[in-house]
């Protein structure tokens, strides 16, 4: 299992706007990256680029040195977590990710299996128009599980989910990092990020404020959230206020 990710020098335009400027960093197999920054910092639009949603600019995104565009079998390689579920209101649970696996050339029993991982083993015959937002994350993570990735890419991914469910699924990352596997997340739940990342990339503006190891960045600082403040530029609009 590999799934080095590797943000080298990536900037994005939309017209005169610059939304990232030379962001680089890297999420490393075996640990838990957590991609921090308040709204507007860049971080949909990076992970966009990665999962090869969206064209940079200029600079690179690549997933074992190969742009998401070049993978062979993407599914097997990044699986990827970014607006709710991706599946249409009328279709079910098992529905979705049957279809998902046949267009993937995935094995059947794998809807099965991921069904089960996330906790929706009753629920794969209901419509997904009746889920919770809860429930929706939870597709949305069997759909990124489906392949067995060895990197999984998350934006957001506590949205909607109870205290259990942030458990869970702190736990179910945890896991797969444990078990070799790269996991990125974006957040900009500060508490979310402190008990699980192992490395942190705080980006602001569109620019990478600092990166590192979790003890490295927050060095010198009380708490992430100080360390957080301080490093970007929210925290100087806020601290002005
Ligand atoms: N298609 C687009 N056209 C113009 N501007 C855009 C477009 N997509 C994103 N942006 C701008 O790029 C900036 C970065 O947005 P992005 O969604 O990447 O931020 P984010 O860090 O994910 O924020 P949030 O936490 O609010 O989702 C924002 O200022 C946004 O308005």
Do not use: C
């Amino acid at each position: 299992m590999n799934g080095m990710l590797r943000i080298e020098g990536l900037t994005k335009r939309h017209g005169s706007r610059l939304v990232l400027s030379d962001v680089s960093f890297r999420a490393q197999p075996g640990r838990v990256t957590a991609f921090l920054g308040p709204n507007g910092a860049g971080k949909s639009s990076t992970l966009r680029i990665l999962l090869g949603l969206d064209h940079p600019s200029g600079g690179h995104a690549l997933i074992d040195g190969q742009p998401y565009r070049r993978l062979r079998e993407p599914l097997r390689t990044i699986g990827s977590l970014l607006d709710g579920p991706g599946a249409h209101r009328s279709r079910t649970a098992r529905n979705h990710l049957t279809w998902l696996a046949r267009a993937s050339g995935l094995p059947k029993r794998r809807v099965d299996e991921v069904l089960e991982r996330v906790g929706l083993a009753d629920a794969g015959r209901t419509r997904v128009g009746r889920f919770s937002l809860g429930m929706g994350q939870r597709l949305g993570l069997a759909a990124a599980l489906l392949g067995e990735p060895s990197a999984l890419v998350l934006d957001e991914p506590v949205n909607g989910l109870d205290p259990g469910g942030i458990r869970w699924i702190r736990a179910l990352l945890r896991e797969h990092a444990g078990a070799g596997g790269t996991v990125l997340l974006s957040s900009h739940l500060m508490s979310e990020v402190a008990e699980i990342a192992d490395d942190l990339v705080i980006i602001a503006g569109g620019r990478i404020a600092s990166a590192g190891r979790f003890d490295k960045v927050t060095a010198g600082y009380a708490t992430l959230e100080d360390a957080f403040f301080a490093l970007t530029a929210a925290g100087r609009a806020e601290e002005a206020r």
